[in-house]
């Protein structure tokens, strides 16, 4: 296993809601922000949302007002709420982490940005 293993992913009808669990392990200063990525079938990674050390986030515009992220950095755990979920939110979702502070903008959420990342969990949304 690496330094992230996602958990939660699986099959939900379209408004249905589920969510996602990152577990992170080794120093924390890997850690500085935190992020939710998806991967649609043949397509490369699009940002869903930052969680900064303090707790602070940022959402894309896609999932925002649906999706929550928190993260826990005494359980070293990161997660995503899902709700109203809808069948082009199916994806493979992604934990990433970066030794850098997050900048709370759409240009951060970049997969470039992060440097640990998670095997992905599978999310399928049926109508």
């Known amino acids: 296993q690496g330094p992230l293993v996602e958990s939660g992913g699986g099959s939900v009808q379209a408004r249905e809601s589920l969510t996602l669990s990152c577990q992170a392990s080794g120093y924390s200063h890997q850690r500085h922000c935190m992020a939710w990525f998806r991967r649609f079938p043949g397509k490369g990674h699009e940002g869903v949302a930052l969680?900064?050390?303090?707790?602070?986030?940022y959402y894309a515009d896609s999932v925002k007002g649906r999706f929550t992220v928190s993260r826990d950095n005494v359980k070293n755990t990161l997660h995503l709420q899902m709700s109203s979920l809808r069948p082009e939110d199916t994806a493979a979702y992604y934990c990433a982490a970066s030794p850098r502070p997050c900048i709370l903008s759409a240009n951060y959420l970049s997969p470039t940005n992060f440097v640990y990342w998670g095997q992905g969990a599978q999310v399928i949304v049926s109508s």
């Open positions: 969680a900064a050390l303090d707790g602070s986030t």
